[in-house]
């Protein structure tokens, strides 16, 4: 058996009912924005595969697959997630960068980003399951206006749902909306 059905078998339900319905706005937003539809669902499969194990259990894999933890990462090791699930696809050889780089990021986003890492940001945080007060005007962008508008939304979101948790954003995200907003 493959990694990505390895792993995802063994996820509870709820993450994979969550993970199947980024894979369904994943197809939708390819097709809309002319991504490869093959590359849209490995990332989407892939993306949380690693979501589920513990802080030490996920420092520790990602100490084995060689990542470096700065200091977000060891206070918050969930948020290795993303880079551990890349590793393992890559290691596997399933995908390519683009895939890779889209699972790393797509919690804390980056400063210029593919499309379909953009893409797989939105979708994850967009996907029907999602309960907050502007989830359906961002699908809408996303799918009827641009993945950038609907990125810089994204972050913008997810910055305030931190703030509103007292939660420090990432250095890269902060970046990545310094970035998104200069070219906008
Ligand atoms: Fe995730
Ligand atoms: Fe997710």
Redesign the pocket.
């Known amino acids: 058996m493959g990694i990505i059905e390895d792993r995802f078998s063994q996820l509870s339900e709820h993450r994979q009912q969550h993970i199947l319905r980024v894979a369904k706005m994943m197809k939708e937003l390819a097709a809309i924005h002319h991504l490869s539809p093959t590359n849209a669902q490995l990332a989407a499969m892939g993306?949380?595969l690693a979501?589920e194990m513990s802080r030490d259990v996920l420092t520790r894999e990602a100490k084995r697959l060689g990542l470096e933890l700065s200091s977000p990462e060891r206070e918050e090791p969930v948020l290795l997630?993303?880079p551990v699930a890349a590793l393992w696809l890559q290691q596997a050889n399933i995908g390519e960068p683009e895939v890779w780089e889209a699972i790393r990021y797509?919690?804390t986003a980056a400063p210029r980003l593919s499309p379909l890492a953009k893409a797989l940001f939105i979708a994850?945080g967009i996907e029907p399951g999602r309960r907050f007060e502007t989830r359906t005007h961002l699908e809408h962008v996303a799918k009827e206006k641009s993945l950038d508008e609907a990125y810089v939304l994204m972050l913008k979101e997810t910055m305030k749902y931190l703030e509103s948790r007292r939660l420090k954003p990432h250095p890269l995200m902060i970046e990545a909306l310094r970035l998104s907003e200069e070219s906008s």
């Open positions: 993306h949380d979501r997630h993303g797509h919690t994850d």
